[in-house]
Protein backbone atom coordinates (compact mmCIF):
# COMPACT_ATOMS: atom_id res chain seq x y z
CA UNK A 1 0.00 0.00 0.00
CA UNK A 2 0.62 3.93 -0.88
CA UNK A 3 -0.10 6.16 1.48
CA UNK A 4 -0.74 10.20 0.07
CA UNK A 5 -1.31 13.27 2.40
CA UNK A 6 -1.51 16.70 0.98
CA UNK A 7 -0.90 20.17 1.99
CA UNK A 8 -1.28 23.57 0.99
CA UNK A 9 -4.13 24.82 0.00
CA UNK A 10 -5.90 27.69 0.85
CA UNK A 11 -7.76 30.72 0.02
CA UNK A 12 -5.88 33.19 -2.57
CA UNK A 13 -6.89 35.90 -4.87
CA UNK A 14 -6.52 35.93 -8.32
CA UNK A 15 -3.51 36.45 -9.68
CA UNK A 16 -1.80 34.92 -6.79
CA UNK A 17 0.36 31.72 -5.81
CA UNK A 18 0.20 28.88 -3.80
CA UNK A 19 2.02 25.51 -3.64
CA UNK A 20 0.59 22.13 -3.39
CA UNK A 21 2.43 19.14 -1.69
CA UNK A 22 2.00 15.28 -1.59
CA UNK A 23 4.16 13.01 0.44
CA UNK A 24 4.06 9.43 0.01
CA UNK A 25 4.87 7.18 2.00
CA UNK A 26 4.57 2.33 2.69
CA UNK A 27 5.42 1.01 -1.02
CA UNK A 28 6.50 3.55 -2.87
CA UNK A 29 9.06 1.57 -4.90
CA UNK A 30 6.05 0.16 -6.71
CA UNK A 31 4.76 4.07 -8.02
CA UNK A 32 5.33 3.98 -11.31
CA UNK A 33 3.65 7.82 -11.85
CA UNK A 34 2.25 11.18 -9.55
CA UNK A 35 -0.54 12.95 -10.58
CA UNK A 36 -2.79 16.09 -9.49
CA UNK A 37 -6.31 15.87 -9.83
CA UNK A 38 -9.18 17.95 -8.87
CA UNK A 39 -12.86 18.42 -8.45
CA UNK A 40 -14.84 21.32 -8.45
CA UNK A 41 -18.35 21.38 -7.57
CA UNK A 42 -20.69 19.77 -9.84
CA UNK A 43 -18.06 18.90 -11.81
CA UNK A 44 -16.45 15.85 -12.76
CA UNK A 45 -12.44 15.35 -11.55
CA UNK A 46 -10.15 16.11 -14.00
CA UNK A 47 -6.29 15.74 -14.85
CA UNK A 48 -3.92 18.91 -13.70
CA UNK A 49 -0.59 17.43 -13.70
CA UNK A 50 1.74 14.24 -13.43
CA UNK A 51 5.34 13.29 -13.72
CA UNK A 52 6.88 9.46 -13.11
CA UNK A 53 8.26 8.77 -9.94
CA UNK A 54 11.73 7.98 -11.14
CA UNK A 55 11.66 12.07 -12.68
CA UNK A 56 11.73 12.97 -16.32
CA UNK A 57 8.95 13.30 -18.08
CA UNK A 58 5.98 15.63 -17.11
CA UNK A 59 2.75 16.15 -18.12
CA UNK A 60 0.50 19.15 -18.04
CA UNK A 61 -3.34 19.76 -18.51
CA UNK A 62 -3.61 22.91 -21.10
CA UNK A 63 -6.00 24.52 -19.01
CA UNK A 64 -2.77 24.80 -16.57
CA UNK A 65 0.52 24.86 -19.18
CA UNK A 66 2.70 27.71 -18.13
CA UNK A 67 1.01 28.48 -14.99
CA UNK A 68 1.67 24.75 -12.74
CA UNK A 69 4.92 23.47 -12.46
CA UNK A 70 5.15 19.99 -10.88
CA UNK A 71 8.44 18.66 -9.36
CA UNK A 72 9.61 15.66 -7.33
CA UNK A 73 11.95 15.73 -4.61
CA UNK A 74 13.66 12.53 -3.78
CA UNK A 75 14.90 12.42 -0.60
CA UNK A 76 11.56 13.25 0.84
CA UNK A 77 9.42 11.45 -1.48
CA UNK A 78 6.96 14.20 -1.96
CA UNK A 79 5.61 15.81 -5.42
CA UNK A 80 4.93 19.38 -4.86
CA UNK A 81 2.42 21.40 -7.35
CA UNK A 82 3.72 25.20 -8.06
CA UNK A 83 0.77 27.55 -8.92
CA UNK A 84 0.83 30.56 -10.28
CA UNK A 85 -1.28 33.16 -12.03
CA UNK A 86 -4.11 31.73 -10.22
CA UNK A 87 -7.99 32.39 -11.95
CA UNK A 88 -10.87 31.95 -10.11
CA UNK A 89 -11.90 28.86 -12.09
CA UNK A 90 -8.56 26.63 -10.55
CA UNK A 91 -11.27 26.64 -7.57
CA UNK A 92 -11.74 23.26 -6.76
CA UNK A 93 -10.59 20.04 -4.32
CA UNK A 94 -6.85 19.66 -5.76
CA UNK A 95 -6.37 15.17 -4.77
CA UNK A 96 -2.84 13.34 -5.43
CA UNK A 97 -2.25 9.80 -6.86
CA UNK A 98 -0.26 7.12 -7.56
CA UNK A 99 -0.66 4.78 -9.95
CA UNK A 100 1.78 1.64 -10.34
CA UNK A 101 1.64 1.37 -14.44
CA UNK A 102 2.42 3.10 -17.30
CA UNK A 103 -0.54 4.33 -19.35
CA UNK A 104 -2.35 7.36 -19.99
CA UNK A 105 -1.62 9.71 -16.86
CA UNK A 106 -4.93 11.77 -17.65
CA UNK A 107 -7.32 9.37 -16.74
CA UNK A 108 -7.63 9.18 -13.07
CA UNK A 109 -9.79 5.54 -12.92
CA UNK A 110 -6.14 4.35 -13.40
CA UNK A 111 -4.92 5.60 -10.37
CA UNK A 112 -4.41 2.99 -7.73
CA UNK A 113 -3.55 5.37 -5.00
CA UNK A 114 -5.31 9.19 -3.76
CA UNK A 115 -5.15 11.44 -1.11
CA UNK A 116 -7.53 13.08 0.88
CA UNK A 117 -7.73 16.27 -1.21
CA UNK A 118 -7.15 19.77 -0.07
CA UNK A 119 -9.10 22.78 -0.72
CA UNK A 120 -8.30 25.54 -3.09
CA UNK A 121 -9.86 28.78 -3.41
CA UNK A 122 -9.52 31.44 -5.94
CA UNK A 123 -11.07 34.80 -5.16
CA UNK A 124 -11.37 37.30 -7.81
Known amino acids: QVQLVESGGGLVQAGGSLRLSCAAS????????MGWFRQAPGKEREFVSA????????YYADSVKGRFTISRDYATNTVTLQMNSLKPEDTAVYYC?????????????????WGQGTQVTVSS
Open 97 to 113: AARRTRGDVSISSEYDY
Open 26 to 33: GRTFSIYT
Open 51 to 58: VWWTGGNR
